[in-house]
């Protein structure tokens, strides 16, 4: 018969307990080197032996029991309520090796709780470069645990600790701080009020209450009428309870733990002069954005246009050697050149997610929000911010959930509502096309004219959420108390590791997600352009030839095709939307391209592959078709003018439903999303608009 | 003894005494206590924020934080 045990992992920020949960269950959950990176809860199974099951907890990262934003507070509702079905059999506090004071604050939290919990010392290889020496021995008999000593990165340590879970009986869970020391009678009191629980698990629940708000606990006993200290009183006693395990914590690592300073190196300190200096610190943040954007366009073009071939080498392999028919037409018209739009866009997401990966892991992300947090502050936003809004030109899902470990519920919103104005990479096939189409090639001071492009309309995006952060913190009239503590993390050489596998997970996810999409798509736009209603679709070559009897036989199949197009389905479809969308410079097509892009953004560039494939079969790539493509005036359709407009309609419009599926859950009202989706509608239209009239 | 938000770079100092109803209690479990040595970093510009070494961890926070912390030169 086989056992399962709930195994939570707890521990400070950073301290890898998710590179630990990807060891021991082998998934792939985010790892990055800042405080905040897990903001949920994960599970996952490992088995430890033949007959016993691991269901590990996977948990945000937090200082203390006591929490202060949304993301430590799921940690806390899991540990004081039995009745969850997660609720832990075994805790394991991940602690690092190189700040095991600060860690144990929690370890003894966690003990006293009466939970049986096994400390793990992590980064164990970093030991030796700090000139760290431990006596685990002691230290185990001193918190009255046992110890893993291991290092997630060179997998070391991971069989013993397997073995101490399966042994996790043995662990005693008398606490070790009598929290009644700090104030004798008034846990004298709280004990007579409520005689069977404990009494260290009531005085979380009151501390709770006082200084985050209530937290859910249907079945936790209800003590909210036991309120006989002011918040400040009780804060009081909570650093008293604070120096209480400090001082347990200091007497045991006297006995345990030595740090040779010769042999420790403090080259972070050095590194830190530089890297958040007053002056240099920003020159260099701002020339890495400009290495990103510029090596994003020009690494990628080779490896695009070679892309770009094969799809249409693809397209004529299919219609010249399968027998002619729908499935063939459906194949080379439609199918392939939507999902070409989606391949050919691999390469720039691959360095984009290359250069965040790298961002993230040595831990310059959090020099970021140091340098940052004074500036965005003017603007109503915490230096916390800068994550979500950098982390968003990934993907605004995970940006609005990061903002979790923002303390003030006002700056969070705020952060929620204006994230989607970053530039996320569905965005970025978008611009990639249209700059390549409309942005002359020419170079200044060394930067490409498309590079700058690119650069400033991720600008742009990073400007508007700005400016309309600045309006919402002047209008909204939320009240909440700011406040800012953030820890630095150690530098880190990042792990090409984690880095290739954070490159591959995400490209892989953005092909087959926009690649489902669009293969949807594309069978259903092909059939709408490949029929029609009544007669001007059916007699198209008729009507033509009549129109036109002068002209030579391959122009009039040319113009019997755009007309045919023009009376399909779809091209009915997109007539009727076009008065809206004429004065920012599109047409029709593009209309169609933008309604089917709510359903993912970077199915724009595959919509109008199909599209034009149907038009015209004799082909060519996806970026010559659009360069190609005249307006009804004989004018170009994607000129300065109107490619310019367009990508500032994608800069500013909220075009995903994902994003607003997301931001309904983290703000619990529907009232934010559609307001977003209202209000950002209405800029993009009226920029794209002012765009067009001005620049043609 | 002066605020924190004054020791100048370089500095090392000794935290005296913490206004606790000014401070948030984050800052205190990560090791803002009596006794605790601090060193400042670096500072961003206008002094804000501000880049400390305190007891092993090296933490930001605002100058507005900074000024409830009270700490005695040592030279
Ligand atoms: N040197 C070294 N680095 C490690 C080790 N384990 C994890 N790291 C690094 O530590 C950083 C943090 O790892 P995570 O697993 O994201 O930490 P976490 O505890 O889940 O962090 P939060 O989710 O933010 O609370 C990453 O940069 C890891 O690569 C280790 O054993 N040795
Ligand atoms: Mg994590």
Redesign the interface.
């Known amino acids: 018969m086989s056992k399962s045990l709930n195994i939570a992992l707890l521990g400070n920020p950073n301290t890898g307990k998710t590179s630990l949960f990807n060891s021991l269950t082998g998934l792939s959950q985010k790892v990055g080197n800042y405080p905040g990176v897990t903001v949920e809860k994960k599970e996952g199974v490992c088995k430890l032996d033949r007959t016993t099951e691991g269901y590990f907890i996977d948990l945000p990262g937090t ?2 029991i ?1 929490s ?1 934003s949304i993301d430590e507070s799921i940690v806390v509702e899991l540990l004081l309520n039995k009745n969850n079905k997660d609720y832990p059999d075994l805790a394991l506090v991940i602690a690092d090796v ?2 095991l ?2 860690n144990l ?1 929690l370890f003894t939290q966690v003990k006293d709780l009466g939970i049986p919990t096994i400390l793990v010392i992590n980064m164990a290889d970093q030991m030796k470069r700090k000139g760290i020496s431990l006596d685990i021995p002691i230290l185990e008999q001193t918190l009255e645990t046992k110890i893993a000593l291991v290092s997630t990165r060179e997998n070391t340590g991971l069989d013993e600790l397997k073995k101490l879970i399966l042994d996790y009986g043995i662990i005693s869970n008398k606490p070790l701080i009598q929290i009644n020391s700090i104030d004798k009678k008034y846990f004298e009191n709280l004990e007579n009020a409520f005689p069977r629980q404990s009494i260290y698990k009531l005085w979380l629940i009151i501390t709770q209450d006082a ?1 985050f708000g209530a937290i859910q606990r249907t079945l936790i006993s209800d003590i909210s009428k036991f309120q006989t200290k002011s918040k ?1 009183e009780i ?2 006693l ?2 008293k309870e ?2 209480k395990r ?1 001082q347990f914590i200091n007497g045991v690592l006297k006995k345990c733990f030595q740090i040779d300073k010769a042999s420790a190196t403090d080259f ?2 050095k590194l ?2 530089v890297l ?3 002056f240099w610190g920003y020159l260099i943040f701002f020339s890495i954005l400009m290495i990103i954007f510029q090596s994003i366009f020009s690494w990628s073009e080779v490896p695009m246009d070679f892309i770009d071939n094969c799809f249409n080498y693809l397209s004529s392999v299919a219609s010249n050697n399968l027998p002619s028919g729908v499935f063939t037409d459906l194949l080379s018209e439609g199918i392939i050149p939507g999902l070409g739009g989606i391949v050919i866009f691999i390469p720039q997401i691959a360095f984009l997610f290359l250069f965040l990966s790298i961002l993230e892991e040595t831990g310059y992300m959090s020099r970021v ?3 940052m ?2 500036g965005l502050r003017r603007f109503g936003l915490s ?1 916390k911010s800068i994550i979500p809004l950098i982390s968003g030109t990934a993907c605004a899902i995970p940006a609005i959930m990061s903002t979790r470990n923002i ?1 003030s519920w006002k700056e969070r919103l705020i952060t929620i509502l204006v994230t989607p104005f970053t530039t996320c990479s569905a965005r970025l096939p978008v611009y990639a096309i249209l700059i390549a189409v409309v942005i002359p090639d020419g170079y200044f001071l060394g930067f490409s004219y498309k590079g700058l492009m690119l650069m400033f309309l991720y600008l742009i995006g990073f400007l508007m959420a700005l400016g309309i952060a600045w309006i919402l913190t002047k209008t909204l009239s939320i009240h909440s108390k700011s ?8 530098y880190k050489i990042p792990l090409i590791k984690n880095v290739a596998l954070t490159v591959w997970e995400k490209t892989k996810s953005f092909v087959e997600g926009a690649g489902k999409i669009i293969l949807a798509i594309s069978i259903l736009l092909w059939i709408l352009a490949s029929y029609g209603p009544g007669e001007n679709f059916n007699q198209a070559e008729n009507i033509i030839q009549k129109k036109y009897p002068e002209l030579a036989e391959k122009e009039i199949e040319l113009k019997t095709n755009s007309f045919k197009l023009q009376n399909s389905y779809v091209g009915v479809l997109g007539r009727s939307i076009e008065p809206i969308i004429t004065p920012l410079g599109y047409d029709w097509k593009i209309g169609i391209a933008i309604i089917t892009s709510f359903a993912a953004r970077e199915v724009f560039v595959g919509t109008l592959a199909t599209i034009y494939s149907v038009q015209n079969d004799d082909n060519d790539t996806i970026k010559n078709k659009m360069a190609s493509e005249i307006r009804k005036d004989g004018k170009l359709l994607f000129n300065l003018a109107s490619g310019t407009s367009l990508m500032i309609f994608y800069a500013f419009a909220m075009q995903c439903m994902s994003t607003l599926a997301v931001v309904k859950k983290e703000t619990n009202s529907w009232k934010w999303p559609l307001g977003q989706l209202f209000f950002m509608t209405i800029l993009a239209y009226f920029i794209s608009f002012l765009t067009y009239q001005i620049l043609s | 003894m002066i605020p924190l938000s004054q020791l100048k770079f370089g500095e090392n100092a000794c935290i005296e005494s913490t206004e606790i109803d000014k401070i948030p209690l984050k800052l205190i479990e990560m090791g803002c206590l009596p006794g605790n040595f601090v060193t400042i970093i670096q500072k961003a510009p206008f002094d804000d924020p501000l880049y400390l070494k305190v007891d092993e961890t090296h933490l930001a926070i605002r100058k507005e934080t900074a000024k409830f912390i009270f700490v005695k030169l040592i030279k």
């Open positions: 200082y203390s006591n202060s190189e700040n004071k600060r604050l200084n400040s804060k009081r909570q650093q604070t120096i400090y972070r300190s830190d002069r958040i200096h007053k929000v140091f340098l947090d004074r230096g303390e406040y800012f503590v953030i820890e630095l993390p150690n």
